[in-house]
């Protein structure tokens, strides 16, 4: 039910034709203070059109305006204040998301088409880098969160397993490679050759020519370069499989930047055609100095085409096969020049479509306050990290919990779960600091706390010996619950904000509060006392199960019913 709806419908009503439902709606807020009641309405605007004080017009209205779901209607100065009536609200919100559950929340903006979500996008024979495990839970996130307003989200891993690395990998491995390493442990072995190969580099300038030489016959299709190629991406792609597993990723595309090579010509011929590429330095270039951008680098003087010529003929396949209604690039925010310069090159070739596609960027994750880079080798492994993070939880959970029954899978959840919420909690623009101690904390703004508020609710409900789905909610109307039931009632919202601003964080945030509230809550109602309210408290504990699973699941977390 939209309460706020009705409060416009109503004010609409009395005002006649005056002003639209539509014209009040957008003006109805919420009123500063929790005392001043639940929905606002400024008169200040019809004060205007009706020529009159805005403190008259909201008497009148506050006189006139009554209806069965308002407890009270009151003017103060130029607002015209509700308040519902809580113990009808809170029956009705309550029985809708015991009837709807993981549905509760579910928009259709979206409207069943499709967006595009390029997101993860490791980069083949490099270990996974922080970096790439944002762009991966926020990814995943978005993708739920799109859906959850009834788009269908297309996910891509745009793999980065093409280009010059390729040729210093090869290079490397031919002259100092160990294949029984190799086959132990691939990641860390070639990371070892890649820090080899600039560690020598510097000393020998003529490695880089290898390299390139290397790379141009990869290009041209050499079998001895292509079979190290392909050997170094299976390697790969086993160990970020791994990673995918255990974050429970899963992808609709692999496409990653070698799938274009063969699509590449047509690009470069669509730009001749228009005549936009331009010479610099015994480069071909599109040309943005007019939008006052560096040249969006298209072909090297040797022929061999590059990140953006794949990311444009990228951009046209996902357009052609998935007809994007937006297309999203989670991609860290050193980027942010390469996304503009794609979407110009795109508009200078006449593609209005260029304004769905949307960069989301991102900051970085410190260690003690330094950025992580993978070439002087001072990476974090994220396989490592996630096993230290499912190794504090069990220790966690042993002390807390000894005897719950299945540890090793709650942990799994609680050390996982942990991690991602530590990363979503922050506007994803922000950079953030790594802890394990930090994320694992069961206290605070941690994923384990809402982990352990949901489970605690569960076990409310265990014990009430009531079946949840025999719940017959009651309206509840004091105070405690009215601050849970507002929050409830603010989840639709919520998502649709997380939507607009691609921001995962929006939910993160309102998953804390509404466990935040349920805690104090708890503490101070007696939830399984025997009265006739009963019912609709454990209703309101059962909502709120439901709501902080929904939202956790939106992130990307899992929610144990015990811990
Ligand atoms: N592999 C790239 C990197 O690690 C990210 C690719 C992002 N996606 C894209 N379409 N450019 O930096």
């Known amino acids: 039910m939209d309460y706020k709806r009705i409060f416009a419908e109503e004010i609409s009503n009395i005002l006649e034709d005056a002003m639209t439902v539509e014209a009040v709606m957008a003006l109805v807020e919420k009123p500063r203070f929790d005392n001043q009641g639940d929905l606002a309405f400024p008169c200040f605007t019809l004060a205007k059109i009706e020529k009159q004080a805005p403190y008259k017009i909201a008497e009148r209205l506050a006189e006139q305006l009554s209806h069965p779901f308002f407890e009270g209607v009151v003017a103060e100065g130029p607002y015209v204040n509700c308040f519902l009536n809580k113990s009808h609200v809170s029956e009705q919100v309550l029985n809708q998301i015991l009837v709807e559950r993981g549905g509760f929340g579910n928009g259709n903006i979206g409207q069943g088409k499709n967006i595009t979500i390029d997101f993860s996008s490791p980069n083949i024979a490099k270990p996974f880098s922080m970096g790439h495990l944002r762009s991966t839970v926020i990814g995943n996130s978005l993708a739920k969160i799109v859906e959850k307003v009834g788009y269908k ?3 891509i891993n745009h793999l980065g397993d093409w280009g010059t690395q390729f040729g210093k990998l090869i290079v490397a491995y031919k002259k100092w490679g160990q294949e029984d390493l190799m086959k132990q442990d691939p990641i860390p072995e070639l990371l070892t050759l890649y820090i080899k190969f600039h560690e020598e580099a510097e000393k020998d300038s003529a490695l880089e020519d290898e390299a390139r030489l290397w790379f141009k016959k990869l290009e041209d299709g050499d079998s001895e370069a292509e079979a190290l190629w392909r050997w170094f991406k299976d390697e790969s792609l086993k160990e970020f499989g791994k990673i995918y597993e255990l ?11 070698a799938f274009y090579n063969d699509k590449m010509a047509a690009t470069i011929e669509l730009l001749k055609d228009r005549d936009l590429l331009a010479e610099s330095q015994g480069a071909e270039v599109i040309d943005l100095s007019q939008e006052g951008l560096p040249p969006f680098l298209i072909r090297k003087s040797d022929g061999a085409t590059l990140y953006g010529t794949r990311d444009l003929t990228a951009a046209f396949y996902r357009k052609e096969n998935y007809q994007f209604a937006e297309s999203l690039y989670v991609v860290g925010q050193e980027q942010t020049l390469h996304f503009k310069q794609l979407k110009l090159g795109l508009k200078k070739m006449g593609f209005g479509w260029a304004d769905d596609m949307a960069h989301i960027p ?5 260690k003690d306050g330094k950025k992580m880079s993978t070439r002087k080798g001072k990476v974090v492994l994220l396989d490592k990290v996630l096993k230290e993070a499912m190794e504090l939880a069990e ?4 002390e807390r919990n000894p005897t719950l029954a299945n540890k090793a899978e709650t942990a799994k959840m ?3 779960g942990a991690v991602i919420f530590h990363d979503l909690k922050n506007e994803r623009m922000n950079n953030v600091e790594f802890s394990l101690e930090d994320m694992l904390r069961f206290e605070g703004a941690t994923g384990p706390y809402v982990q352990y508020t949901h489970a605690r609710g569960c076990s409310i409900l265990r014990k009430s010996g009531i079946a949840a789905d025999k719940l017959m909610p009651t309206g509840l109307n004091d105070s405690y619950s009215w601050e849970i039931i507002k929050q409830l009632m603010n989840f639709q919202d ?5 939507y607009e601003q691609k921001e ?10 509404l466990a935040q509230d349920f805690n104090r809550y708890y503490s101070q109602v007696k939830v399984l006392e025997d009265d006739i309210q009963k019912e609709g408290r454990l209703a309101l504990v059962f909502s709120v199960t439901i709501v902080l699973k929904e939202s956790l699941r939106l992130l ?6 015990e811990m």
Do not use: M, Q, W
């Open 247 to 257: 974050l429970e990723v899963e992808f609709d595309s692999l496409a990653g930047e």
């Open 504 to 513: 995962p964080s929006v939910i993160a945030k309102y998953a804390i509060s």
């Open 556 to 561: 990307g977390v899992n929610t144990p019913s």
């Open 362 to 366: 991102f900051g970085f994750i410190l």
């Open 414 to 416: 609680v050390g996982v």
């Open 494 to 498: 919520t998502i649709k904000r997380s």
């Open 153 to 155: 989200a297309v996910k």
């Open 395 to 398: 220790k966690n959970i042993e």
